[in-house]
C-alpha cells in the first residue's frame, strides 16, 4: 500500500531513537524520547490550502525537524508513520 498525501501534507517516517544518552547511559523503551526528526516519504501537490497559495518546500528523502505535538501517526503494511502539514515542518537537515 502507499501512502499519497493530498494539499499541503507530507509523510514522514521516523528515524529510529537513541538507545543512550551522550554519557553513555542506556535508556528503556518508555523513557526514550521520541524523534522530532524524520525522512519525508512523499509530499502533496500544495496549491490552494485554506484560501492561500501553498507552494510545497521539501521533497522526498529530505530529512526534516518537525513540531513535537504535530500530525498524525498512522501504521501501513506494519511501518509506522507521521502525516504533518508542510507548516508544521521546521526545517530541512542538510
Do not use: C, H, W
Not at 507552494?55 to 522526498?60: C, D, N, P
Not at 505535538?69 to 502525516?83: H, S, T
Amino acid at each position: 500500500m502507499k501512502l499519497v498525501p493530498l494539499g499541503d501534507r507530507v509523510v514522514l517516517k521516523q528515524l529510529v531513537a537513541e538507545e543512550t544518552t551522550k554519557s553513555g547511559i542506556s535508556l528503556p523503551g518508555q523513557a526514550q524520547e521520541k524523534p522530532q526528526q524524520a525522512e519525508v516519504v512523499a509530499v502533496g501537490p500544495g496549491g490552494m490550502v485554506d484560501g492561500k497559495e501553498v507552494k510545497m518546500e521539501v521533497k522526498a528523502k529530505d530529512i526534516v525537524l518537525y513540531s513535537k505535538y504535530a500530525g498524525n501517526e498512522v501504521k501501513v503494511d506494519g511501518e509506522e508513520f507521521v502525516i504533518v502539514r508542510q507548516s508544521d515542518i521546521l526545517a530541512i537537515v542538510k
